[in-house]
């Protein structure tokens, strides 16, 4: 994440970046430009006085904000080159907030005029040029426009986030516009989000394939008085406790910092956003190590009912960020319920198990799969299990929770036997995941079915396996109170 810098009134004293890790920031070379009437270009490091990585935007949120900026494409680039940038961004034209459809074409066209035009001008090759992708809330358009920046050779894509999207909490659209942008850019380039606001809103769309971001909304927020945590925004006025320990908040109580001056107050307020902001940034990073980031997302969604609806939307998306999902993780991964179905990996099975080789005509026993996994060695399956998995004539089926069917087959496979769930015991549930296994076993056109029944989950699939097909013969045993040395032998001797 760059923190934006305002480069003709910096709130915040470089050397505080330097101690908090701080290798990037962002500031406005058309501001940049403006504030400094006549004066020759310097090095954007040293008018900052900042060694690490600067990236500089080209003034196109101005045209947004003011329509105009006075300052051709080409003058642009050439400024960006002489300041020596790290990372440049060509003049473009933001589609913005308010276009039609009309308009958002016009302007995808006359960024990548612009942009075709920029490259022509480009002289220095060792700074990485950002090629920005337009089309607003307009998801042809953005479409289009990132196919048409994809085929430019920029090092780093960039999509603009409409700040007031951001405002109304039209997360919804947002998913939208960086899913049409991820699908026609190159895989192997950087996609940066133009403004990206709030910590608690960054996983979210890290797991939507942004890999950085800029943020102005520490200071901004800060300016008004409001204090950043990854849950959401907190009025300075109305806290009695700071629950951050950074070096800000260690040092000072709410009550003391609101009896400050209003710059000091501003500038201490804006360094604890900071802090915020890259303390999410860690947590999302150890969260993508540890194979949890959808994890994460999920718990994030009690943080604001937005968010409910922002991984709704995403939700949508799961084939395609299946696609992309590692299929083996080095832990296994949490089911919550409900809310959990969708996450890439159950896509992923119930879209894989369906190419599993049917072996038809045997006789299938439906042993309950619970907490113990591997469900085949469960104390109470394994004696089953063991006289019956070399029977040829025999398929053993698990029916469980968080994924429905489990044939033996894929017991031990990842994510199966790596899931932690919970039973919620609400009957639509069994209901349902009892559907899905009925569906299964209907596939392999048995010509016998054991259900080991157990619970309110065997009782729905005993309901619903005997309304199935009138060719279906369930043999019902109740695990509750037999041995399972007997159901085997029992199963044994009915096997025809
Ligand atoms: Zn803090």
Redesign the pocket.
């Known amino acids: 994440m760059f923190p934006v810098v305002d480069p003709n009134l910096p709130i915040i004293d470089p050397k505080f970046y330097r101690e908090a890790g701080i290798s990037a920031i962002m500031t406005n070379a058309y501001l940049l430009k403006r504030g400094r009437p006549g004066q020759p270009p310097k090095d954007i490091h040293e008018t900052l006085d900042f060694k690490g990585t600067v990236a500089t935007d080209s003034g196109a949120y101005q045209i947004l904000e003011y329509g105009h900026v006075g300052v051709r494409p080409a003058e642009i680039v050439a400024y960006q080159e002489k300041i020596d940038t790290d990372i440049g961004v060509i003049l473009d034209l933001p589609t913005g907030f308010h276009s039609d459809a009309r308009r958002a074409g016009w302007t995808v066209d006359e960024t990548v005029r612009r942009a075709d035009e920029a490259l022509k001008r480009i002289k220095r090759k060792d700074i990485l040029w950002v090629g920005p992708v337009q089309g607003g809330i307009h998801i042809k358009e953005v479409a289009r426009s990132a196919i048409e920046m994809g085929k430019r050779p920029f090092s780093i894509y960039a999509l603009g986030s409409p700040t007031e999207l951001m405002e109304a909490q039209r997360f919804d659209v947002l998913v939208d516009m960086i899913v049409a942008a991820k699908k026609g850019l190159p895989h192997s380039r950087p996609l940066h989000l133009f403004g990206a606001g709030h910590p608690s809103m960054f996983p979210f769309i890290v797991a939507l394939g942004c890999d950085m971001f800029d943020s102005a909304a520490y200071a901004l927020y800060a300016r008004r008085g409001r ?1 950043l945590t990854s849950d959401g925004t907190q009025e300075l006025a109305e806290i009695e406790e ?9 040092r000072t109580t709410p009550g003391e910092m609101r009896r400050l001056d209003l710059p000091e107050k501003e500038q201490l307020l804006s ?3 900071l ?2 902001c890259f ?1 999410e940034l860690r947590r999302i990073r150890e969260a993508i190590r540890r194979g949890h980031l959808w994890d994460l997302l999920e718990h994030r969604t009690y943080a604001n009912p937005a968010f409910k609806k922002f991984l709704a939307k995403i939700v949508q998306h799961s084939p395609f960020l299946e696609r992309f999902t590692p299929t083996v993780k080095p832990r296994g991964i949490s089911h919550f319920g409900k809310a959990s179905d969708d996450r890439p990996e159950m896509v992923r099975y119930n879209e894989r198990k369906s190419r599993i080789p049917m072996e038809r005509g045997k006789a299938v026993v439906l042993l309950p799969g619970r907490w113990r996994r591997p469900y085949h060695e469960d104390p109470r399956n394994l004696p089953m299990v063991s006289k019956l998995a070399n029977r040829p004539n025999v398929s053993i089926c698990f029916y469980t929770i968080p994924f429905g069917p489990v044939p033996m087959e894929l017991d031990e496979t990842f994510p199966l036997a790596q899931t932690e769930s919970f039973d919620s015991h609400e009957p639509t549930m069994y209901e349902e995941r009892a559907c899905q296994v009925a569906a299964w076993v209907k596939r392999l056109s048995p010509k016998q079915v054991f259900l080991v029944s157990e619970g309110e989950y065997g009782g729905a699939l005993r309901k619903e396996l005997s309304g199935a097909t009138r060719q279906l013969k369930v043999i019902g045993i109740q695990a509750k109170g037999s041995k399972p040395d007997l159901i085997v032998d029992s199963i044994i001797r009915r096997l025809r």
Do not use: E, P, Q, V
Not at 245 to 250: G, H, L, T, V, Y
């Open positions: 204090y700071f629950s951050c320990m950074c070096r800000i908040c260690d360094k604890h956003n802090l915020a303390s």
